[in-house]
Protein backbone atom coordinates (compact mmCIF):
# COMPACT_ATOMS: atom_id res chain seq x y z
CA UNK A 1 0.00 0.00 0.00
CA UNK A 2 1.55 3.64 -0.92
CA UNK A 3 0.72 6.72 1.02
CA UNK A 4 -2.80 6.88 0.08
CA UNK A 5 -5.11 6.39 3.01
CA UNK A 6 -8.37 4.06 3.51
CA UNK A 7 -11.34 5.57 5.81
CA UNK A 8 -12.92 2.99 6.00
CA UNK A 9 -11.88 2.19 9.43
CA UNK A 10 -10.65 4.81 11.01
CA UNK A 11 -10.92 5.04 14.57
CA UNK A 12 -10.83 8.77 15.28
CA UNK A 13 -9.10 10.39 17.98
CA UNK A 14 -10.82 12.22 20.07
CA UNK A 15 -9.15 14.01 22.96
CA UNK A 16 -11.01 15.89 25.32
CA UNK A 17 -10.19 19.34 26.91
CA UNK A 18 -9.42 17.75 30.17
CA UNK A 19 -6.87 15.43 28.27
CA UNK A 20 -5.60 18.35 26.41
CA UNK A 21 -5.29 20.30 29.51
CA UNK A 22 -3.01 17.46 31.34
CA UNK A 23 -0.23 17.86 27.84
CA UNK A 24 2.94 18.78 29.62
CA UNK A 25 4.68 20.39 26.66
CA UNK A 26 7.43 22.90 28.10
CA UNK A 27 9.42 20.11 29.84
CA UNK A 28 13.07 19.80 29.48
CA UNK A 29 13.83 17.31 26.62
CA UNK A 30 16.48 14.51 27.54
CA UNK A 31 20.26 14.67 26.51
CA UNK A 32 21.38 12.92 23.49
CA UNK A 33 24.95 11.64 22.38
CA UNK A 34 26.54 12.42 18.61
CA UNK A 35 26.10 16.08 20.40
CA UNK A 36 30.00 17.42 18.96
CA UNK A 37 28.22 20.67 18.27
CA UNK A 38 26.94 21.12 21.48
CA UNK A 39 30.28 20.59 23.05
CA UNK A 40 31.79 23.28 20.07
CA UNK A 41 29.12 25.66 21.60
CA UNK A 42 30.69 24.89 25.32
CA UNK A 43 34.28 24.26 24.98
CA UNK A 44 35.02 25.22 21.52
CA UNK A 45 36.26 24.22 18.36
CA UNK A 46 38.69 21.43 19.72
CA UNK A 47 35.65 19.51 20.28
CA UNK A 48 35.19 18.86 16.70
CA UNK A 49 38.40 16.85 16.77
CA UNK A 50 37.01 14.57 19.35
CA UNK A 51 36.72 10.80 18.64
CA UNK A 52 33.10 10.92 18.64
CA UNK A 53 32.00 7.33 20.59
CA UNK A 54 28.61 8.96 22.23
CA UNK A 55 26.13 7.74 19.73
CA UNK A 56 25.86 4.09 19.61
CA UNK A 57 24.80 3.78 15.88
CA UNK A 58 27.59 1.71 13.77
CA UNK A 59 30.61 3.44 13.11
CA UNK A 60 30.95 1.75 9.93
CA UNK A 61 27.70 2.46 8.04
CA UNK A 62 26.53 1.35 5.37
CA UNK A 63 28.09 3.84 2.54
CA UNK A 64 25.48 6.02 0.92
CA UNK A 65 24.93 5.99 -2.69
CA UNK A 66 24.75 8.40 -5.28
CA UNK A 67 21.23 10.42 -5.03
CA UNK A 68 19.00 10.70 -8.40
CA UNK A 69 18.06 14.53 -8.20
CA UNK A 70 14.77 13.44 -9.51
CA UNK A 71 14.08 12.31 -5.95
CA UNK A 72 14.22 15.82 -4.39
CA UNK A 73 11.06 16.86 -7.14
CA UNK A 74 8.87 13.69 -6.25
CA UNK A 75 6.37 13.76 -3.19
CA UNK A 76 7.01 10.51 -1.45
CA UNK A 77 5.87 7.36 -1.80
CA UNK A 78 6.16 4.52 0.46
CA UNK A 79 5.39 1.48 -1.19
CA UNK A 80 8.55 -0.01 -2.57
CA UNK A 81 10.18 0.71 1.04
CA UNK A 82 6.74 -0.79 2.66
CA UNK A 83 7.58 -4.02 0.44
CA UNK A 84 11.30 -4.06 1.12
CA UNK A 85 10.46 -3.99 4.81
CA UNK A 86 8.22 -6.80 4.52
CA UNK A 87 10.57 -9.38 3.09
CA UNK A 88 13.77 -8.06 5.30
CA UNK A 89 11.67 -8.26 8.11
CA UNK A 90 9.36 -10.58 7.84
CA UNK A 91 6.52 -9.33 8.31
CA UNK A 92 4.43 -5.94 6.70
CA UNK A 93 5.40 -2.71 9.01
CA UNK A 94 1.96 -0.91 9.54
CA UNK A 95 3.54 2.55 9.11
CA UNK A 96 6.81 4.33 8.63
CA UNK A 97 7.57 7.12 10.48
CA UNK A 98 10.51 9.64 10.71
CA UNK A 99 12.82 7.58 12.86
CA UNK A 100 11.37 5.43 15.10
CA UNK A 101 11.66 8.36 17.71
CA UNK A 102 8.71 9.92 15.41
CA UNK A 103 6.58 6.86 16.45
CA UNK A 104 7.62 7.44 19.79
CA UNK A 105 6.45 10.73 20.07
CA UNK A 106 3.12 9.95 18.42
CA UNK A 107 2.38 6.74 20.21
CA UNK A 108 1.34 8.62 23.66
CA UNK A 109 -1.14 10.88 21.27
CA UNK A 110 -2.59 7.87 19.62
CA UNK A 111 -3.28 5.96 22.60
CA UNK A 112 -4.91 8.50 25.51
CA UNK A 113 -8.32 8.11 24.26
CA UNK A 114 -8.00 4.38 24.69
CA UNK A 115 -6.91 5.04 28.75
CA UNK A 116 -8.97 5.84 31.46
CA UNK A 117 -6.10 6.18 33.78
CA UNK A 118 -2.76 7.44 32.27
CA UNK A 119 0.06 5.17 33.92
CA UNK A 120 3.41 4.38 31.67
CA UNK A 121 5.41 1.75 33.26
CA UNK A 122 8.89 2.89 31.64
CA UNK A 123 12.66 1.44 32.56
CA UNK A 124 14.56 3.43 35.05
CA UNK A 125 17.47 3.59 32.74
CA UNK A 126 17.39 3.29 29.56
CA UNK A 127 16.02 5.69 26.25
CA UNK A 128 14.76 8.83 27.91
CA UNK A 129 12.72 9.52 24.99
CA UNK A 130 10.25 7.29 25.93
CA UNK A 131 9.45 8.45 29.38
CA UNK A 132 9.46 11.71 28.25
CA UNK A 133 6.93 11.28 25.53
CA UNK A 134 4.53 9.86 27.68
CA UNK A 135 5.10 12.39 30.79
CA UNK A 136 4.39 15.35 28.08
CA UNK A 137 0.68 13.83 27.71
CA UNK A 138 0.29 13.76 31.22
CA UNK A 139 0.94 10.16 32.17
CA UNK A 140 2.06 8.98 35.17
CA UNK A 141 5.72 7.66 35.13
CA UNK A 142 6.35 4.59 36.96
CA UNK A 143 9.95 3.08 36.80
CA UNK A 144 10.83 -0.58 36.70
CA UNK A 145 14.63 -1.94 37.34
CA UNK A 146 13.71 -5.56 35.94
CA UNK A 147 11.32 -6.43 32.91
CA UNK A 148 9.16 -9.28 34.97
CA UNK A 149 7.89 -6.43 37.75
CA UNK A 150 5.61 -5.65 34.86
CA UNK A 151 3.99 -8.77 35.21
CA UNK A 152 2.74 -7.56 39.02
CA UNK A 153 1.93 -3.92 38.27
CA UNK A 154 -0.70 -1.86 37.31
CA UNK A 155 -0.48 -0.14 34.06
CA UNK A 156 -2.05 1.03 30.78
CA UNK A 157 1.07 1.21 29.03
CA UNK A 158 4.51 -0.43 29.03
CA UNK A 159 7.92 0.30 27.30
CA UNK A 160 10.38 -2.30 26.89
CA UNK A 161 13.66 -1.89 25.28
CA UNK A 162 14.93 -4.46 23.43
CA UNK A 163 18.01 -4.87 24.12
CA UNK A 164 17.51 -1.47 27.00
CA UNK A 165 20.32 0.96 25.70
CA UNK A 166 22.14 1.86 27.45
CA UNK A 167 22.08 -1.53 30.23
CA UNK A 168 21.98 -4.35 27.48
CA UNK A 169 19.49 -6.33 28.80
CA UNK A 170 16.98 -8.55 27.27
CA UNK A 171 13.60 -10.12 28.15
CA UNK A 172 13.09 -13.49 27.04
CA UNK A 173 10.58 -14.51 24.71
CA UNK A 174 8.27 -15.93 26.93
CA UNK A 175 8.01 -13.14 29.20
CA UNK A 176 7.33 -11.04 26.06
CA UNK A 177 4.13 -13.19 25.12
CA UNK A 178 3.18 -13.00 29.12
CA UNK A 179 3.28 -9.49 29.31
CA UNK A 180 1.24 -9.33 25.66
CA UNK A 181 -1.62 -11.20 27.68
CA UNK A 182 -0.61 -8.80 30.65
CA UNK A 183 -1.13 -6.19 28.81
CA UNK A 184 -4.40 -7.38 27.48
CA UNK A 185 -5.83 -8.30 31.08
CA UNK A 186 -5.63 -4.40 32.02
CA UNK A 187 -6.69 -3.41 28.38
CA UNK A 188 -3.47 -1.54 27.71
CA UNK A 189 -0.45 -1.46 25.59
CA UNK A 190 2.99 -2.97 25.26
CA UNK A 191 5.42 -0.79 23.39
CA UNK A 192 8.73 -2.68 22.32
CA UNK A 193 11.33 -0.55 20.91
CA UNK A 194 14.45 -3.32 18.93
CA UNK A 195 16.12 0.17 17.81
CA UNK A 196 19.25 -2.17 18.25
CA UNK A 197 18.13 -5.59 17.62
CA UNK A 198 19.46 -6.08 13.98
CA UNK A 199 22.58 -7.48 14.59
CA UNK A 200 20.76 -10.17 16.79
CA UNK A 201 17.61 -10.57 14.29
CA UNK A 202 16.72 -13.85 16.04
CA UNK A 203 15.88 -12.52 18.80
CA UNK A 204 13.45 -10.28 17.30
CA UNK A 205 9.74 -10.01 18.59
CA UNK A 206 8.42 -9.76 14.73
CA UNK A 207 9.50 -13.64 14.64
CA UNK A 208 6.43 -14.45 17.00
CA UNK A 209 4.60 -11.52 15.45
CA UNK A 210 2.47 -13.48 13.53
CA UNK A 211 1.08 -15.58 16.33
CA UNK A 212 0.49 -12.41 17.95
CA UNK A 213 -0.08 -9.79 15.19
CA UNK A 214 -4.12 -9.74 15.96
CA UNK A 215 -3.35 -8.31 19.31
CA UNK A 216 -4.29 -4.82 19.50
CA UNK A 217 -2.40 -4.23 22.38
CA UNK A 218 1.29 -4.56 20.93
CA UNK A 219 3.70 -2.26 18.84
CA UNK A 220 7.01 -3.11 17.89
CA UNK A 221 9.24 -0.36 16.77
CA UNK A 222 12.41 -0.59 14.40
CA UNK A 223 15.03 1.62 13.20
CA UNK A 224 17.30 1.94 10.49
CA UNK A 225 19.47 4.19 12.63
CA UNK A 226 21.79 2.11 14.85
CA UNK A 227 22.88 -1.08 12.76
CA UNK A 228 22.65 0.34 9.15
CA UNK A 229 24.35 3.74 10.69
CA UNK A 230 21.66 6.22 8.77
CA UNK A 231 20.28 7.80 11.45
CA UNK A 232 20.48 11.21 9.77
CA UNK A 233 17.49 9.28 6.93
CA UNK A 234 15.48 9.41 9.57
CA UNK A 235 13.00 6.45 8.75
CA UNK A 236 11.61 3.97 11.70
CA UNK A 237 8.85 1.38 11.13
CA UNK A 238 5.94 0.41 13.91
CA UNK A 239 4.73 -3.05 13.91
CA UNK A 240 1.36 -3.92 15.24
CA UNK A 241 -2.56 -5.03 14.55
CA UNK A 242 -4.06 -4.00 10.51
CA UNK A 243 -6.40 -2.63 12.74
CA UNK A 244 -4.71 0.18 13.92
CA UNK A 245 -3.18 1.25 9.99
CA UNK A 246 -5.12 4.20 9.27
CA UNK A 247 -5.50 5.79 12.28
CA UNK A 248 -1.74 5.59 12.70
CA UNK A 249 -0.99 6.66 8.84
CA UNK A 250 -3.42 9.86 9.60
CA UNK A 251 -1.41 10.75 12.63
CA UNK A 252 1.75 10.26 10.97
CA UNK A 253 0.57 12.25 7.76
CA UNK A 254 0.64 11.50 4.73
CA UNK A 255 4.50 12.45 3.84
CA UNK A 256 6.54 11.75 6.91
CA UNK A 257 10.03 10.68 5.50
CA UNK A 258 11.72 12.16 2.40
CA UNK A 259 11.57 10.67 -1.09
CA UNK A 260 15.60 10.21 -0.83
CA UNK A 261 15.02 8.96 2.59
CA UNK A 262 12.46 6.64 1.52
CA UNK A 263 15.02 5.27 -1.33
CA UNK A 264 18.23 5.44 0.73
CA UNK A 265 16.93 2.95 3.17
CA UNK A 266 14.86 0.73 0.71
CA UNK A 267 18.76 0.10 -1.08
CA UNK A 268 20.15 -0.96 2.49
CA UNK A 269 17.18 -3.62 2.94
CA UNK A 270 17.99 -4.39 -0.43
CA UNK A 271 21.53 -5.06 0.52
CA UNK A 272 22.25 -8.27 1.19
CA UNK A 273 26.23 -8.52 1.15
CA UNK A 274 26.39 -5.58 2.83
CA UNK A 275 24.57 -6.96 5.56
CA UNK A 276 26.32 -9.56 6.02
CA UNK A 277 29.89 -8.05 5.91
CA UNK A 278 28.78 -5.59 8.22
CA UNK A 279 27.58 -8.38 10.98
CA UNK A 280 31.16 -9.85 10.19
CA UNK A 281 32.67 -6.40 10.98
CA UNK A 282 30.81 -6.38 14.27
CA UNK A 283 32.16 -9.57 15.36
CA UNK A 284 35.77 -8.44 14.32
CA UNK A 285 35.85 -4.55 15.41
CA UNK A 286 34.34 -6.56 19.33
CA UNK A 287 37.15 -8.82 19.48
CA UNK A 288 39.64 -6.41 18.79
CA UNK A 289 38.01 -4.08 21.46
CA UNK A 290 37.70 -6.78 24.03
CA UNK A 291 41.43 -7.58 23.78
CA UNK A 292 42.93 -4.24 23.26
CA UNK A 293 40.42 -1.80 24.65
CA UNK A 294 38.85 -2.54 27.28
CA UNK A 295 41.18 -3.24 29.33
CA UNK A 296 42.60 0.41 29.56
CA UNK A 297 38.50 1.19 30.19
CA UNK A 298 38.27 -1.08 32.73
CA UNK A 299 41.48 0.93 34.75
CA UNK A 300 39.85 4.53 33.25
CA UNK A 301 36.95 3.46 34.70
CA UNK A 302 38.12 1.97 38.26
CA UNK A 303 35.64 -0.88 36.95
CA UNK A 304 35.19 -4.15 35.24
CA UNK A 305 31.21 -3.84 35.38
CA UNK A 306 30.58 -3.44 31.38
CA UNK A 307 27.86 -4.93 29.67
CA UNK A 308 28.76 -6.19 25.95
CA UNK A 309 26.61 -5.72 23.19
CA UNK A 310 27.03 -5.56 19.24
CA UNK A 311 26.90 -2.17 19.04
CA UNK A 312 27.88 -0.86 21.93
CA UNK A 313 29.83 -1.16 26.22
CA UNK A 314 28.39 0.21 29.03
CA UNK A 315 30.42 0.67 32.19
CA UNK A 316 28.81 1.05 35.68
CA UNK A 317 30.77 2.97 38.05
CA UNK A 318 30.87 3.65 41.90
CA UNK A 319 28.78 6.79 41.32
CA UNK A 320 27.91 9.58 39.49
CA UNK A 321 30.61 11.51 40.59
CA UNK A 322 33.11 9.18 39.17
CA UNK A 323 31.66 8.98 36.07
CA UNK A 324 31.49 12.69 35.50
CA UNK A 325 35.27 12.54 36.24
CA UNK A 326 36.01 10.27 34.19
CA UNK A 327 33.77 11.32 32.00
CA UNK A 328 35.48 14.85 31.91
CA UNK A 329 39.09 13.14 31.80
CA UNK A 330 38.32 11.32 28.48
CA UNK A 331 37.48 14.77 26.80
CA UNK A 332 41.48 15.88 27.57
CA UNK A 333 42.27 13.10 24.82
CA UNK A 334 39.89 14.05 22.68
CA UNK A 335 37.40 10.77 23.34
CA UNK A 336 33.66 11.80 23.51
CA UNK A 337 31.74 9.01 25.38
CA UNK A 338 27.74 8.90 26.44
CA UNK A 339 27.36 9.90 30.30
CA UNK A 340 24.23 8.78 32.61
CA UNK A 341 23.50 8.42 35.74
CA UNK A 342 27.24 5.80 36.77
CA UNK A 343 27.24 5.15 34.03
CA UNK A 344 29.10 5.68 30.67
CA UNK A 345 28.54 3.67 27.31
CA UNK A 346 30.70 3.54 24.48
CA UNK A 347 30.03 2.91 20.91
CA UNK A 348 31.80 0.33 19.62
CA UNK A 349 34.43 1.89 17.38
CA UNK A 350 34.93 1.32 13.49
CA UNK A 351 37.90 -0.66 13.09
CA UNK A 352 40.08 2.58 11.92
CA UNK A 353 39.39 4.61 15.04
CA UNK A 354 41.07 1.47 17.56
CA UNK A 355 44.40 2.30 17.23
CA UNK A 356 43.94 6.50 17.88
CA UNK A 357 41.59 5.48 21.25
CA UNK A 358 44.16 3.07 22.06
CA UNK A 359 46.76 5.38 22.23
CA UNK A 360 44.44 8.08 23.98
CA UNK A 361 43.58 5.78 26.48
CA UNK A 362 47.90 5.10 26.99
CA UNK A 363 48.58 8.43 26.98
CA UNK A 364 45.83 9.39 29.85
CA UNK A 365 46.84 6.39 31.88
CA UNK A 366 50.49 7.54 31.35
CA UNK A 367 50.00 11.33 32.24
CA UNK A 368 48.69 13.64 35.24
CA UNK A 369 45.04 12.43 34.06
CA UNK A 370 46.31 8.40 35.09
CA UNK A 371 47.67 9.60 38.37
CA UNK A 372 44.48 11.11 38.90
CA UNK A 373 42.06 8.52 37.63
CA UNK A 374 44.17 6.13 40.22
Known amino acids: MGVGCMFDDVKPVQLSQEQLGQAQLDQVPPHHGGDLQHWQRKVGNDAL ?25 ELPDQTALLNQAAHFYGIRPIAIGAGSQHIIESLPLFLSYQHAKKRACVPRIGYQEHAFAWQKWGYELVFYDAVNELLEMEWSVAVVIQPNNPTGAMAEAVLIKALVVRAELLEGHLVIDEAFIDPMPHLSVLNELERLVKSESLFVLRSVGKFFGLAGARVGFVFCATSWQSTLRNLLGPWPVATPSLWLVEQALKDVSWQEKALLSLADRQKVFIDRIMPKFHTVFDSQECVITPLFFTWRLESKEAAEFAFSMLHQVGVHTRLGDGWIRVALPAMHEMAPLNHALVGLLKKAGGRELA
Open 49 to 73: DWLDLSSACNREPRPVPEVDPILWQ
